[in-house]
């Protein structure tokens, strides 16, 4: 089952515009982290961030976690041709042992140049 | 730096078929775990392994299992395959064991089961 699920499922956006998606999830978590994937291929990670964590950057990169609304959002400033891709949220929740990383259904996000 | 590799890249299989999948970690990683994402779907977590044994488990059923190596490369194997078994198998792996890191994905093995 998929824990997390991001908003929009789709986003067209102007080159230079800046993107914003979400992660909702259910459950609590130890970390979220944030994957790009370009046209089925392999996942390039983003950022990570822990559950005692509010904010954190990553050049053009922000994310945000509110654990008491159970949700994150990424945002990407000044949006690039090359951004254009699949976003997913994953959430990292367990014990060792026992982990587990759950992904969300996915952003696509295209950028017009 | 090498990073991680699978391989076929692609693979037909016919529905009752085993198919054995295969990934070499990133160097310096000693942890390795299994993606299934179905066509416009999100990559659902099969299993990781750590030290050649198996630490955390999705909801698949036991006809997947795996393997890794003191190498820690490691394989997928999936019996009786089914036509829902068709998807992109990813690999990940990690600098340490538990999902608090992240995740270094292969290109992935795209199968087909007809």
């Known amino acids: 089952s998929q824990q997390g699920e991001e908003d929009p499922q789709a986003l067209s956006i102007q080159e230079g515009e800046n993107a914003t998606m979400n992660c909702s999830y259910k459950t609590s978590i130890n970390n979220l982290q944030w994957y790009r994937q370009n046209s089925g291929r392999g996942l390039v990670h983003l950022i990570l961030i822990r559950s005692n964590e509010r904010e954190k950057h990553s050049g053009r990169l922000r994310v945000t976690l509110d654990t008491s609304k159970k949700s994150s959002s990424l945002l990407i400033t000044a949006s690039r041709a090359a951004d254009t891709a699949s976003y997913f949220c994953a959430t990292g929740r367990g014990n060792f042992g026992n982990e587990k990383l759950t992904f969300g259904t996915g952003t696509r996000l295209t950028i017009i140049p | 730096e090498t990073g991680v590799t699978q391989s076929p890249t692609h693979l037909i299989k016919t529905r009752g078929q085993q198919v054995t999948l295969r990934c070499s970690s990133q160097?310096?990683?000693?942890?390795v775990s299994w993606y299934q994402q179905a066509l416009g779907q999100g990559p659902q977590f099969i299993f990781q392994y750590y030290r050649e044994e198996e630490n955390g488990r999705g909801n698949f059923p036991p006809r997947f299992s795996g393997l890794q190596f003191p190498n820690y490369s490691s394989e997928l194997n999936v019996n009786a395959l089914e036509l829902d078994d068709s998807a992109l198998y990813l690999c990940?792996?990690?600098?340490?064991?538990?999902?608090?890191?992240?995740?270094?994905f292969g290109p992935g093995t795209r199968l087909t089961v007809t």
């Open positions: 990940a792996s990690s600098p340490s064991v538990g999902l608090a890191y992240e995740q270094y």
């Open positions: 160097s310096g990683h000693n942890t």
